[in-house]
């Protein structure tokens, strides 16, 4: 039983399969048992570790007790926070960095994982958003984006099951739900970070992929400030292996440049080191456009482009 759980047992457990209190007691003054909270003991050692604190913390919470807020990010791996929230049908006292909240999270927005019930990312996002700082929830939505834990039909969904819940704003704010964010329309894990970067700063918003015609030549690009003529491309690595792709990049870099536009290329490589990147963000941004730019024709990305 302790092998399934991170080492931990619960006394309900051990009385359920006959072992009486008197052996459970004898255990813990023995240190076969280590108590972690009352009723919930490590077998023989006193454990640690982040599955350990989670484990633990469900198992005090009881069989109905769902992991959500804090306590789902942490087990979704996202961010690390101090406390560890569980969701329980009855009312509980919070114990230490234990945070109970009373409610009752439907089926559809939980799932059992390592045996523990577990609220869903898109629950997890709803719940956090009413209590975490838009600054920190951008950055764990991100990464929440980036490891494909969510998705924004998903967190739509999440929306309309919870009208009105605490929160919505913002995680509609963050995650461009209906529609007016970067990163649902983001390819790749390179714009997502790409675009957490931008959204921390003071960039004016810009237009995502959309397509610039200059004469008979049509260049879709992965973001487009017209007022400003900046044109940013995200480039992964698989843009600089493919010599055919190198030439025509290229190439549409200098038709851009001659039509008066400001071309520039973003690289995984130049995202490792975000506080350069973002100095000469803040210079090409606070620069004036050049007076000769012209405007060229923009339209959005066609449902059958990729």
Avoid: K
């Avoid at 998903?154 to 309309?160: N, P, Q």
């Amino acid at each position: 039983m302790a092998a399934d759980r991170d080492g931990i047992v619960a006394r309900r457990d051990l009385l359920a399969h006959g072992v009486d209190g008197r052996a459970i007691d004898r255990r813990l003054r023995r240190g076969g048992l280590h108590a972690v909270y009352p009723g919930v003991y490590a077998v023989g050692h006193r454990g640690e570790g982040e599955r350990h604190a989670l484990v633990a913390a469900w198992l005090y919470g009881g069989d109905r007790a769902v992991l959500t807020h804090r306590g789902a990010c942490r087990y979704w791996g996202l961010e690390h926070f101090a406390q560890i929230d569980l969701t329980t049908p009855t009312t509980r006292s919070s114990r230490g960095s234990i945070v109970f909240h009373r409610g009752v999270v439907p089926a559809p927005q939980l799932v059992v994982r390592d045996g523990m019930r577990v609220a869903t990312p898109a629950r997890m996002m709803l719940e956090l958003c009413a209590i975490t700082p838009e600054p920190r929830m951008r950055r764990i939505y991100t990464e929440a984006l980036v490891q494909g834990l969510v998705a924004v039909p998903a967190i739509e969904a999440i929306l309309d099951a919870n009208p009105g819940a605490r929160g919505t704003l913002l995680l509609r704010s963050i995650s461009g739900a209906g529609g007016g964010g970067y990163r649902d329309r983001a390819r790749s894990r390179l714009e997502l970070r790409f675009a957490a970067l931008l959204e921390g700063g003071w960039y004016p918003i810009g237009r995502r992929n959309m397509i610039v015609r200059i004469g008979t030549d049509v260049y879709e690009a992965d973001y487009v400030w017209p007022e400003l003529g900046i044109v940013i491309e995200v480039d992964g690595r698989a843009a600089h292996d493919n010599p055919e792709r190198f030439e025509t990049d290229r190439e549409r870099d200098r038709r851009l440049v001659a039509h008066g536009w400001r071309p520039v290329r973003v690289t995984d490589r130049q995202m490792r080191e975000p506080a350069r990147l973002r100095a000469d963000l803040d210079l090409l941004f606070a620069a004036q456009p050049p007076p000769w730019i012209r405007r060229a024709e923009l339209a959005p990305r066609g449902p059958g482009r990729q």
